[in-house]
């Protein structure tokens, strides 16, 4: 996957100025396409989805999401496209089977916590996710296959939007005020930066503003001690897993960024082990690339050797997560009552 211009997270440039009429084409586009209706499946749908291109947190939030909802008695399903797998689906990920160049990276860490279905076809994949009280879609938000009950944004507030343009000529995915129309909440992860322009639009539109931030796992960092790490990440925002390890008191003495759902080569693979035992330093990545790594052969020696740091997104304020969730869907239960009476 190729990286995201540099100039989409800058302020606006010749390049995006230039590219502005496509934009705005693009924009209408997805703009109508948002507002198509969709079709409603007996499941409720929760939906994880991102105003702009590029690693926001999604995958994090859908399994804090899933986590709430069996801990509150549901039945969760996710429901992902599978980015970066060949297979089009439906088709239920089996971990113990399936590789990331089959189902993607994703799908394979979603398994790991409730039943996981890829489908290009998201109605195609509700209709296989059966046994779900309640459908979680990982992205898909701008899809409009399905009805969705309940709509969670999530923003890194390190980047924001970037330069607030549309595609080609920044990172949204169709224009700020209809995305956020169709949205139920905003999640903000990190520490307020860029994104306070966000959080001030969605309460314009009475939408729920939550504040998350990502932990690492406690006892693995403890585990690290004072050992000096080359850090590694083929994520949609590199720069975001090395300051979450910065933050945790971690020694990142190198740190390498490729692009969102990279494919490590042989000749990549051996450079990282190399120059972490030339240099003494522990190898560290996301668990998301070691899904992917596992399933290489070409990187067999660097998945032997690398740690996978466990990362869990938390709430500042997870009654109100906790209640936005749950409030909603009892809510669209209601009305879905109304609307096909017994």
């Avoid at 860029?194 to 503003?209: D, T």
């Avoid at 494919?263 to 120059?275: D, G, N, P």
Wanted: hydrophobic content about 50%; aromatic content about 4%.
């Amino acid at each position: 996957m190729m990286r995201e211009p540099a100039f989409w997270w800058e302020d606006v440039g010749v390049a995006a100025r230039l590219l502005a009429p496509l934009a705005v084409i693009y924009g209408a586009v997805a703009n109508a396409r948002m507002n198509g209706s969709g079709s409603r499946v007996a499941a409720a749908v929760v939906c994880i989805g991102n105003l702009t291109v590029g690693g926001a947190g999604k995958t994090p939030a859908a399994i804090t999401t899933a986590r709430l909802l069996e801990e509150a008695g549901e039945l969760p399903v996710f429901l992902t496209r599978g980015y970066g797998g060949a297979l089009a689906g439906p088709i239920e990920v089996n971990p113990a089977r399936h590789t990331a160049a089959e189902v993607g990276d994703e799908p394979l860490l979603l398994a790991h916590v409730a039943p996981t279905v890829v489908a290009r076809r998201r109605l195609a994949g509700a209709a296989l996710a059966g046994s779900a009280s309640v459908i979680v879609m990982d992205d898909g938000f701008q899809n409009p296959a399905l009805h969705k009950d309940l709509c969670l944004l999530v923003v890194d507030e390190r980047r924001g939007i970037g330069n607030g343009k549309v595609i080609p000529a920044g990172p949204l995915r169709a224009p700020l005020a209809s995305q956020l129309a169709h949205a139920h909440g905003v999640i903000l992860v990190g520490e307020p930066s860029r994104a306070g322009g966000i959080a001030l639009e969605a309460r314009k539109r009475n939408l729920c503003v939550l504040r998350a931030h990502f932990r690492p796992d406690k006892q693995f960092i403890a585990a690290l001690g004072r050992g000096r790490v080359l850090a590694f990440a083929g994520i949609g925002n590199p720069d975001k897993f090395f300051a979450t390890l910065v933050e945790a008191g971690v020694a990142v003495a190198r740190t390498r960024g490729f692009p969102d759902h990279h494919r490590y080569s042989r000749e990549q693979a051996r450079a990282l082990c190399e120059e972490a035992d030339r240099e003494g330093l522990v190898l560290v990545t996301t668990e998301k690339d070691l899904v992917r790594l596992r399933g290489s052969r070409a990187a067999a020696e660097l998945a032997a050797l690398v740690h996978a740091v466990p990362v869990a997104l938390t709430f500042e304020d997870e009654v109100m997560f906790k209640s936005l969730v749950l409030e909603r869907l009892a809510a669209a239960r209601r009305e879905r009552k109304v609307r096909t009476p017994d």
